[in-house]
């Protein structure tokens, strides 16, 4: 029932920008947060930004400063706008959400950015 829809990945040349976006369907209530983790070929998963419900945020160290994690709760969805980027940020992007009514973790099917020249 619930689904997670990810777009906005692609290939970006160093310095460059993208915004991925994370749109949220189904019987869901509320959320009550939002994360979005990356994974590398041989890497563990790792957080990069998160957000609650109440608007705290929360960024990996190697990415503050030039990620910015946000959300629109009258189209919900969430984005992850990163700028700077780097041949180290290259990964499969995926969002994750919790909700009000239940503990599971929802994931959306990941989103290949690359950073390359």
């Known amino acids: 029932q619930v689904q997670l829809v990810e777009s906005g990945g692609g290939l970006v040349q160093p310095g460059g920008s993208l915004r991925l976006s994370c749109a949220v369907s189904?019987?869901?209530?509320?959320?009550?947060?939002m994360g979005w983790y990356r994974q590398a070929p041989g890497k563990q998963r790792e957080l990069v930004a998160a957000?609650?419900?109440?608007?705290?945020?929360n960024y990996a160290e190697s990415v503050k400063g030039r990620f910015s994690i946000s959300r629109d709760t009258a189209k919900n969805t969430g984005y992850l706008q990163m700028n700077s980027l780097k041949p180290e940020d290259t990964a499969v992007y995926y969002c994750?959400?919790?909700?009000?009514?239940?503990?599971?973790?929802?994931w959306g099917q990941g989103a290949q950015v690359t950073v390359s020249s």
């Open positions: 994750k959400i919790n909700t009000y009514r239940s503990p599971v973790d929802y």
């Open positions: 189904g019987n869901i209530f509320r959320v009550t947060y």
């Open positions: 957000i609650t419900n109440d608007g705290t945020t």
